[in-house]
């Protein structure tokens, strides 16, 4: 009876460990790569969108009513942008294929997976810098204005 | 004059630089179907590799339904911030809870990279320059495909098929110059061929 207890752990440790090392281990990463993406769609093109419609509005004079976003120029611009950082983040990541691949082959799959992951979260953890200063709802980012500054 | 400086267009686009040098999401896909492959026996391959793409299309499927009502109050810093975090989660999960499935061996092929670079062809080895070897890695992908013929039929299909489907890169562009949609319209158009992808490949599996 006094050995049924630490028997069940010991089961239940070592099905975990098994487990860890299984493919169902790798669904829940494959579902939140699939979430950033899902997540990016939208405020990507929409932050885009604010940035050039506000700098074509201040170029022109005031007129009320006048919805300047859809402006063919904005659009323009913007379509610009979103194709521009699509394909500078896609040829990127063609060209690095192969040396992630070789990498993840010489030295495992989690070392290519938490290197390729941490660069993608840093560079949505620069989206949030930038865009923090466009809603300027982040007075904490503001704080930081004059270490930021340099960067520019 | 601070604050001007970061709401340039360019500056926006170094996220794409730091994020292609991750590999974009293209690495990681093909990170986690090795994966699978080292954990799965030929009969069960194809069972996990599907529901990698079920995981896939739930997630597109997820992140518009979260996106669109914080894009529509601008909130972006917070929507990217949700992005970040799901980023950590993952590094944390695969970091600590995964085990290492790739034993690294030595390969028989004299002339691939990774015999080379992992020092088991010894005859070879010194004849290649680190400038070559670098060039070899970068281009062994296309190696590969090309010396397959089972891998490059595929592989054009494949090809094909993502540079049609690339235009619908600018369905909310398009939604939103041509019918004046929210973001929470737009979100509807996004959702749909994922949940709709979900229902007919999920059963299956």
């Given amino acids: 009876m006094s050995t049924t207890l630490p028997f069940k752990l010991t089961r239940i440790r070592s099905a975990i460990y098994e487990w860890r090392a299984s493919p169902q281990a790798i669904l829940l990463p494959a579902f939140l790569q699939a979430l950033t993406i899902g ?55 063609i060209v690095l294929s192969g040396p992630y691949g070789a990498l993840s082959d010489l030295k495992g799959r989690k070392r290519t997976l938490i290197i390729a992951s941490s660069l993608n979260g840093l560079g949505v953890a620069w989206l949030i810098v930038c865009s923090g200063y466009l809603t300027g709802t982040d007075r904490t980012l503001s704080r930081l204005t004059p270490t930021l500054s340099v960067l520019c | 004059m601070y604050y001007a400086s970061f709401l340039q267009p360019w500056v926006f686009q170094l996220s794409a630089v730091i994020q292609g040098l991750g590999g974009g999401f293209s690495v990681i896909i093909s990170a986690q179907n090795a994966f699978i492959a080292d954990t799965t026996s030929p009969i069960e391959r194809s069972r996990y590799l599907g529901l990698s793409l079920v995981m896939l299309w739930t997630g597109g499927a997820v992140g518009p339904l979260i996106s669109a009502p914080l894009t529509n109050h601008k909130l972006y810093a917070l929507n990217f911030g949700v992005m970040a975090l799901a980023w950590v989660v993952y590094v944390l999960y695969v970091a600590f809870f995964v085990r290492e499935t790739r034993l690294p061996s030595g390969e028989r092929d004299s002339g691939s990279v990774l015999s080379v670079l992992s020092g088991s062809s010894i005859g070879n080895s010194h004849e290649k320059t680190v400038v070559g070897l670098m060039l070899q890695v970068f281009v062994e992908p296309l190696r590969v495909i090309a010396v397959n013929r089972a891998i490059l039929l595929p592989s054009i299909a494949v090809l094909g098929a993502i540079l049609s489907a690339g235009a619908f890169s600018y369905v909310v562009p398009y939604c939103d110059s041509k019918f004046g949609l929210s973001p929470n319209e737009v979100c509807c158009i996004l959702v749909a061929p994922n949940a709709f992808i979900l229902t007919g490949v999920s059963p299956p599996l």
């Fill in chain 1, 39 to 93: 997540l990016s769609e939208l405020p990507l093109v929409y932050l885009f969108r604010t940035i050039r419609c506000e700098q074509y509005e201040a170029s022109l004079p005031h007129t009320p009513g006048m919805d300047v976003c859809r402006s063919p120029i904005v659009q323009k611009a913007y379509t610009a942008d979103v194709a521009m950082f699509t394909t500078v983040a896609t040829v990127m990541g």
